[in-house]
């Protein structure tokens, strides 16, 4: 009877476990511009901080682009700083000498038309002579305005308008400059996180697309565990819960876990019954929960084993 007890000991089964799987968020690092791969700067398994180098691409159309507008850029600036700076100066003095030239022949004519209207007044000077001297007095007054007018003109070389014009036109220029500058930096790839390099897409001399990811960056710092639970076995399990798993690549190490999602999967990812009569299906529910405290070492893709019995006693 001694013996009949031993074996039936021995033969005992297990402790079945549920087996999960430790997972992280991952990032894919894609290039804006297409380009080919110049330099690699990491590879698989390497840490990267923020703002770090990991690539560095060739892109010799924008850079030909970039000196295109440039000269754009240079083309408006000289506009508007003609615009800014009007005529020349021989120019303004020119018209200057011009207007007090025309304003002397005009002061000359206002006065002799003055001494003529007098004499006229005497009977002195005939009708044609007095006529005369009005038109003459009348057209170097005009002249006088004309001249006055070349002078303001070239004082004000541009109009109001046309100075705003040339503006805006430096401003779409160095707008266009600035894009592609942007662009010209997107050659070179920088991590926006920190995290681990889990997958090198590209290698180096590879043609690339605008989007194309060149690395997959798993970010450590928020592990948790996948599992994968019976409908018959939900009923301990809540939001908030805490189990216990195993890690074996961690020397067996207990972790303690979290609950924080739960959701029923896809009907084909069911248990299936193995009775005919009377037989149902178990629904199957993913049930991801995080790690209570920091884990050093904790990695994706790590198995963990949690006992079934140790749900079915929860609560």
């Not at 038109?135 to 070349?150: D, S, Y």
């Not at 290698?203 to 194309?212: C, K, Q």
């Not at 798993?245 to 739960?262: D, H, L, Q, S």
């Not at 009569?277 to 529910?285: A, E, H, N, P, V």
Request: hydrophobic letters at 45%; zero cysteines.
């Amino acid at each position: 009877m001694g013996v009949l007890a031993l074996v039936l000991w021995l033969t005992r089964p297990g402790p079945a476990f549920l087996q999960g799987q430790i997972e992280v968020d991952t990032v894919r690092l894609s290039a804006k511009v297409g380009g080919r791969v110049a330099s690699l700067e990491v590879v698989e398994g390497d840490t990267v901080t923020a703002g770090q180098l990991v690539a560095v691409l060739t892109t010799p159309e924008i850079e030909a682009r970039a000196g295109q507008v440039q000269a754009q850029v240079d083309a408006a600036t000289a506009v508007l700083d003609l615009a800014r700076e009007g005529a020349r100066e021989e120019q303004i003095r020119a018209a200057r000498a011009q207007l007090e030239a025309a304003e002397s022949v005009a002061e000359l004519a206002a006065e002799t038309r003055t001494r003529i209207e007098r004499l006229y007044a005497d009977g002195v000077v005939p009708t044609q002579r007095r006529d005369e001297v009005i038109a003459q007095a009348r057209a170097a007054a005009a002249q006088a305005n004309v001249a006055r007018e070349a002078l303001q003109v070239a004082e004000n070389a541009v109009r109001p308008e046309e100075l705003q014009a040339a503006e805006a036109q430096l401003r779409v220029a160095q707008g266009g400059l600035e894009e592609i500058q942007a662009l010209l930096i997107e050659s070179h790839q920088f991590s926006p996180v920190d995290g681990s390099i889990s997958v090198r897409v590209v290698e180096r001399g590879e043609l690339v697309g605008p989007g194309f990811p060149l690395f997959v960056v798993a970010l450590l710092d928020d592990p948790w565990v996948t599992l994968n639970i019976r409908e018959d076995l939900m009923g301990s399990i809540a939001i908030g819960q805490r189990i216990s798993g195993t890690v074996p690549a961690m020397t067996g190490r207990e972790v303690e876990f979290e609950v924080y999602f739960i959701a029923p999967m896809a009907d084909f990812a069911t248990w299936r019954s193995a009775r005919d009569l009377g037989g149902f299906d178990l629904r199957t529910f993913e049930v991801r929960a995080r790690p209570v405290a920091e884990v050093e070492g904790l990695r994706p893709g790590m198995s963990v084993l949690v006992r079934e019995d140790s749900l079915r006693v929860s609560r």
